[in-house]
């Protein structure tokens, strides 16, 4: 978030004082659909994806791979684990009594992805 | 320079293909054509047009080219998002949490059926090959070596992550 806030927060002060015609309103865009592409691939090496370790793991072994080496592999029930530490340090859940509760701003990001997947006519993902 | 307008219509380019994605999508469920994947790139294309008949009327190729550079990067931020609410497994968690007060692991989300469905998504967007049932090959493609650029990136970022991808004969 740093590389997208500093450089913006700076860009934004300039063309606030000197103006949309200011010839630092093009950087300051560029520069944020840039950081803003950078944050939405993150997550894929972040998170570790499984797709992205599958793909790697079968051009790295240069031999047939069975379908159950992968499972064992890349299906640890850790993955959930891992994912819901993740969402407590980005203060989206918080353990309970009850379990894993969802802070207010866990809901609002939750119901804003419903809402988005309704709008669109399409189930809940399947990944 | 660019216009305060031209700013505007530029930044509101994941509005219109969300809007158009929708629309799109409404339609396809309608007449079952097209594919999700199709109706995502159509949108993506007509919020381009709109982008460019709205917002850039006035021909340069300096705008132009900047227009375009914008809405690419744009269409991709757009594109994640909604491949977020397809896949993430974060997502899943909070709306499972969200919808049933209870996280999907317990219940309906299998960790080794996930990697199934991933290894039968690949399989059928032909990034792998499946010499013999149940064996799988990676096929040079477009994904695999964005993947191989990412897992190279992934261990330079958390070296001290373990190394899912090490091949079985570096553990040997």
Redesign the interface.
């Known amino acids: 978030m740093l590389v997208l806030c500093i450089p913006l927060a700076i860009y934004l002060n300039i063309v606030l004082i000197s103006g949309v015609s200011s010839p630092w309103t093009i950087p300051a865009v560029v520069h944020a659909i840039l950081a803003a592409n950078y944050i939405a691939i993150y997550p894929a090496f972040q998170a570790s994806s499984p797709t992205i370790h599958i793909l790697s793991y079968l051009w790295n072994e240069k031999r047939q791979v069975g379908e159950l080496e992968l499972m064992e592999r890349f299906g640890k029930s850790g993955l959930v684990k891992d994912r819901v530490q993740d969402l407590e340090k980005g203060g989206l859940v918080k353990p309970s009594n009850e379990g894993t509760t969802l802070t207010l701003k866990g809901k609002v990001l939750a119901r804003i992805f419903i809402t988005y997947r309704q709008v669109l006519g399409l189930p809940l993902g399947a990944g | 320079?660019?216009?305060?307008f031209e700013?505007l219509t530029?930044?509101l380019f994941p509005l219109w293909a969300?809007l158009f994605?929708?629309f799109g999508?409404?339609i396809s469920?309608i007449r079952k054509l097209p594919s999700?994947a199709s109706t995502l790139l159509l949108a993506l294309v007509i919020s381009f047009v709109v982008t460019f008949v709205i917002g850039y009327r006035e021909f340069s190729w300096e705008r132009v080219s900047?227009a375009l550079?914008?809405s690419l990067?744009?269409a991709?931020?757009y594109f994640?998002?909604f491949n977020?609410?397809?896949?993430?497994?974060?997502?899943?968690?909070?709306?499972g949490?969200?919808?049933n007060?209870?996280?999907?692991?317990s219940n309906n989300?299998?960790?080794?059926?996930?990697?199934?469905?991933?290894?039968e998504?690949?399989r059928s967007l032909n990034?792998?090959s499946e010499?013999?049932p149940?064996?799988?090959?990676?096929k040079p493609s477009l994904?695999?070596y964005v993947?191989?650029i990412?897992?190279g990136?992934?261990n330079f970022?958390?070296p001290d992550?373990k190394r899912?991808?090490?091949?079985?004969a570096s553990r040997a």
Not at chain 2, 1 to 4: F, G, K
Not at chain 2, 109 to 119: H, L, N, T
Request: net charge positive; aromatic share 8%.
């Open positions: 320079m660019i216009s305060l700013l530029l930044l969300f994605h929708a999508m409404r469920l999700q900047f550079v914008c990067g744009l991709h931020v994640h998002i977020m609410s397809e896949t993430a497994r974060r997502i899943r968690i909070l709306v949490l969200e919808l007060s209870q996280i999907v692991e989300y299998d960790p080794k059926e996930a990697v199934a469905v991933r290894i998504r690949l990034q792998i010499p013999s149940g064996y799988f090959l990676a994904l695999l993947s191989v990412l897992q990136y992934e970022l958390f992550r899912l991808t090490e091949t079985s």
